[in-house]
């Protein structure tokens, strides 16, 4: 028998996106914070 | 000479050049190029693992099917395959999904590093340019650090949100199978097949979905916590107190069709046993006309359920008002149930009846074909005392032919009674925990008698088992004394009427018996209306 898959796993899917990007925007904030990338250039100059 | 000098001053020029480039494009760019390169290499794995999720840029799974999914779950104790339904998503699919967008990631990365060695080995020269080929490696290198810290922290990520859906999913199914479960506990709720010569009993039937699958365990589990989907696609709840309210219920054993209300009500199981011509039939329908009438009588009613039920209950009362006599039971089979609703008591009930042939408890061997006899909450043992031989000598003169009219049982009540107890103890049941209602019938033909002198219409337990005594019943009466955990005795008669002109059921009436291990078995239905 066939039958599209669920209407959960999508939701499920989206939620786990949804932590995903959340995750990449702290991600992005935290480097965007003053100084942080300038530490990183530091340290690989060195 | 001359080529010799060009060549020393090319090497030279040559080697400035990469010092140069070393110093002043590779020096200054490669953090930048580490650090871009790498943010790539994060953002691919997340590109990649969104792309799989969502479903975009052609990077879909691979469609699944439910079975290929529950294949994935693991082993369980059970009689049966897993339902038909799609497994949750943390159990069927997730893997499914991170493992595809994982082995995507690192397909890419492979991709970059076969493209980049390929065209090295298609273009040799350009390795004349190394210092600055130097800047792609490192950027390839950086990319594929980026990708490797990228699938730890994504992965590790998804990994600690899925088990803390897990120990979610845990913690609910937890609650939702001990409500449901301690709800029909309570409630001493059962599924009873009531199918001749099935009559399989538990707590947890199967349930078949509108497009004909049968679920045989729909409580919350991998298939579902809230609820379940079948494979058809319909929403199936994840308990039985609410499967009940809207699937068909079917028995686990025969995978035939239960009674409404099968295992959310209390359900008890009253068989009737004793020898053919006893009178098993007459009081069995008897009980349930005058136990319909009781339950009326103090606000409460009596529905048959199911349409055999129906039909059985239908021919009870026609029966009972007109005196007539009750057809033998078929005994070339095992019976059916006949189960009745009861409400108005502190609680609903379903009363299952099982009324067999007296040929089933002629003997050992057909005692065994009645499944219903094992996991009962009482059992009724019905006693005809025209069968008592101290009975009929009393009856002189032209007595005897009250004997003809009672049609007597064919089977001495003590020849009669161990063939049944003994199969059950062998079986393993546990009598010493069960109750026996013996029913004295007849008492519209015996009372009046000389062999029912010290009997009365109203005579109370200890009084019919004295009685019984006197008949020269010792045995029987002390073997179900030892054999049950309590016995109870009653007179009744299945012909007369069976409430006063009050509508007060009336001692001898048949509901008595059914009244009594309706009461022990946790329904207690008050003996009048209470005064409003």
Redesign the interface.
Known sequence: ??????P??RS???A??I???G??AG?AWWFAQPGV?HE??RL??A | MPVFIAAVIALGLYGMVCYYAFVYVIGPAYPFVILGAGAVGVLLVAVVLTGVLLGFGGQEVPEATAPDLRKRLPGRKSNFERDSAWPGYLFGQSRIDLGAALRRTVRAVAWMWVLTTESLVAAPVVLVFWPLLLLPLVGALALTAGVTVGVVAVYGLLGVVLAVAWLGWLAAVGVLRGLDLGVRLFRRAKATCHHSGCNFRNRLPAYRCACGQTHHDIRAGRLGAFARRCECGALLPTTVLQAAAGLLAVCQKCDRELRAGAAVLTDVVIPVFGPASAGKTRLVRAGMVALEAHLSATGGSLHPVGSDSEETFRDAIAVVESGMQTTKTDAARPPAGVTVALTGARRKALLHLFDAAGEFFSSREQSSELPFLDDAQGLTFVLDPFSIPAVVDDLTGTLPSWVEAAQPAEMHPEQSYPITTQLLRDQGVDLASKPLAVAVVKADLLLGLPPAAGLRAGAQSAEVESWLRNKGLDNLVEGAGRDFGVVRYFLVSSLTAATDAKGATLPTSPAQPLLWLLGRAGVSIPAQRAAS
Request: no cysteine; glycine share 0%; hydrophobic share 70%.
């Open positions: 028998m066939s039958a599209p898959l669920p959960h796993y499920f899917r989206i786990l996106v932590v995903l990007v995750a990449l991600a990338v990183l250039l690989l100059h």
